[in-house]
């Protein structure tokens, strides 16, 4: 594998969260992105609540520490990146319970705006 394919599968996991968190907002206003969003969402918790972790994470995370044996994602793919942002709000063990419970509204406000 290659820096490659690990660029392209972070751009395409940070596409996907931004589309989840981003989109909750969206679909107040674009009604026809609304069946998309909830496909993301709820393709993302049913993943999630299956395999217990984020598989673009692993995979990610599997390529590069074949590239770099020290690569890790410390706790989780979005706490990684609010760290090297500089954005320390909460602590990183943390952070995958905010994103679980910001997708849980995700999924409920899509619910709520589709009925």
């Known amino acids: ?4 394919a690990a660029r392209t599968i972070f751009i395409i996991h940070f596409v996907w969260t931004l589309a989840i968190m981003l989109g ?5 206003f674009a009604k026809w992105y609304l069946p ?4 993301i969402v709820t393709g993302t918790l049913a993943i999630n609540l299956w ?8 995979w990610e995370e599997n390529i590069r520490r074949k590239l770099d044996p ?5 706790h989780s793919f979005t706490s990684t990146i609010l760290q ?12 995958i319970w905010y994103m679980a419970i ?4 995700a999924w409920g406000a899509a619910i709520e705006r589709w009925i």
């Open 70 to 74: 020290a690569f890790t994602y410390h």
């Open 51 to 58: 395999l217990k972790h984020c598989p673009l994470t692993t």
């Open 24 to 28: 909750t907002v969206f679909i107040f």
């Open 36 to 39: 998309w969003h909830l496909g």
């Open 102 to 105: 910001l997708t849980a509204f």
């Open 84 to 95: 090297k942002l500089g954005i320390n709000l909460v602590a990183p063990r943390d952070v």
């Open 1 to 4: 594998m290659s820096k490659f």
